[in-house]
């Protein structure tokens, strides 16, 4: 059984020194026994109270990483129910399906699909995983499919076979890139504990049941299996989500360890339609996926994927943010215009985006609003003259241009008064609302 913050407390130093990052011990045990803090935050626990605390430490969702490098995929590690009681922490990977059974031709096309990638507010986003799946029977043909991805991509691997033998020669080749092995069952379950500690990777459980799962993960751990990825078998969308958010509060809510562990979900076992397991896909990266696998990778579906992945699991309370300063577009010079903006990343890079689309040189003057939007930060009081002017004039942009026009969003067009008050010499122009109306706006102004 975890054990109680006071419990926890009582093993503590008791010094308050601070070093945790909290203030006192008693907060520290706290933390620690709600899953939001680490043990080793401090550096003062002794050796016998650590083995003491190691099992109110652990997380309640295990963390467990499958691969390694760049295209390594953490999962896991997650300590609330709901984005905004904290923030989610590690994102689902997404995995593209390759059968041995697949002609040479698909499959090499999946492989140059995987390399799909997108660039959003100053972010690389793509997908990390190839699920090869043994549909032949072959270990040998399963076995050539592995090595073939593995010289072709750096992508992170999933094994899929029932057979431990298919799953060995499968490591034969790629245990170097600590591949998922799924899936260890009722079925094979010694065999494949046996491949997941001889080659010390991570492996998938799969049940029939939640019941099932909870017996299978626990017998994976007794064996020494550590790092575990459930999957519940379900392939209904309304039961596997059901099962997803069942997992998840038994694991946060009733500390229960067989099911403290991240998920695999297959959307592409539940539809053939690929406009709806699209549709299936986004519900998991909301509610609880771990590894969602796609029986293909489409541009038109992969992209909303990515950046549903991306928006839900950045932390809410700080939204993604541009650094303040001055941004030069197009190589501007002393009689090009000036333009200020909020610094919300999105905000930023469709603003910026437009200046460079109008291919009018530039400067863009980025104000900290702590990552708010225009409209955002100017009812919050942050995009405002008596915040703007300071900015502009400490900035520098002065010394950059003969003229002393600055261009404000057309949605604080209120501040243009108070502007002109706190910036003596400027004058203020109101500019477009909209990113969209920036090109046109700055050709007028050009001429
Ligand atoms: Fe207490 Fe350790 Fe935190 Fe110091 S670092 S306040 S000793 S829990």
């Not at 593209?96 to 040479?104: F, S």
């Not at 499959?107 to 997108?118: A, G, N, T």
């Not at 985006?353 to 003057?365: A, D, F, Q, R």
């Amino acid at each position: 059984m975890p054990l109680t913050g006071i419990e926890i407390f009582k093993l503590l130093p008791k010094t308050n020194c601070g070093e945790c990052g909290v203030p006192t011990c008693l907060a520290f045990a706290m933390n620690l026994a709600a899953g939001k803090a680490e043990l080793s935050a401090c550096p003062y626990v002794s050796e016998e109270a650590k083995a003491k605390l190691s099992e109110a430490a652990a997380p309640p969702i295990r963390p467990v990483t499958i691969g390694v490098g760049d295209r390594a995929v953490k999962i896991g590690g997650e300590t609330v129910m709901f984005r905004h009681e904290k923030r989610f922490e590690n994102p689902p990977g997404f995995a593209i399906l390759i059968k041995d059974t697949m002609e040479e031709s698909e499959i090499d096309s999946r492989l140059e699909r995987f390399k799909l990638q997108y660039e959003r507010v100053g972010l690389t986003l793509r997908p990390e995983l190839v699920a090869i799946k043994d549909d032949s029977g072959d270990a040998k043909k399963f076995e050539a499919l592995v090595s073939k991805v593995k010289q072709n991509s750096d992508c992170s691997i999933i094994l899929m076979s029932s057979n431990p033998d298919t799953l060995a020669a499968g490591l034969k080749v790629c245990a170097d890139r600590k591949p998922l092995i799924y899936a260890a069952t009722k079925d094979n379950l010694e065999a494949v504990a046996d491949l997941a500690k001889g080659n010390s990777c991570p492996v998938a459980v799969k049940a029939s049941n939640l019941e099932e799962l909870a017996e299978l993960s626990t017998k994976l751990t007794e064996a020494g299996v550590n790092d575990l990825v459930l999957d519940s078998g379900s392939r209904t969308l309304r039961q596997a989500l059901e099962d997803q958010i069942i997992i998840r509060s038994a694991a946060l809510n009733k500390k229960f360890r067989p099911l403290g562990f991240p998920t695999i979900v297959l959307p592409c076992e539940m539809t053939d339609d690929p406009m709806k397991e699209a549709i299936i896909a986004s519900v998991f990266v909301a509610k609880y996926g771990g590894i969602i696998v796609l029986s293909d990778f489409q541009g038109h579906s992969l992209f909303p994927l990515l950046v549903e992945r991306m928006n839900i699991y950045t932390d809410p309370q700080r939204p993604l943010a541009t650094t303040e300063g001055i941004y030069d577009i197009g190589g501007p010079d002393e009689n090009s215009p000036v333009l200020l903006t909020s610094n919300f990343s999105l905000t930023y890079f469709i603003v910026s985006g437009e200046i460079e689309n109008s291919k009018v040189p530039s400067y863009l003057l980025v104000k900290d609003t702590e990552g708010l939007s225009v409209m955002t930060s100017w009812a919050a009081g942050k995009f405002v003259a008596d915040a703007i002017a300071p900015f502009v004039k400490k900035c520098g942009i002065a010394d950059k241009v003969k003229h002393h026009k600055l261009i404000i969003p057309g949605y604080i067009a209120a501040e243009s008064g108070g502007l002109e008050e706190e910036l003596p010499g400027w004058e203020i122009l109101v500019g477009p609302r909209e990113g969209a109306q920036i090109p046109a706006y700055l050709k007028t102004q050009k001429s």
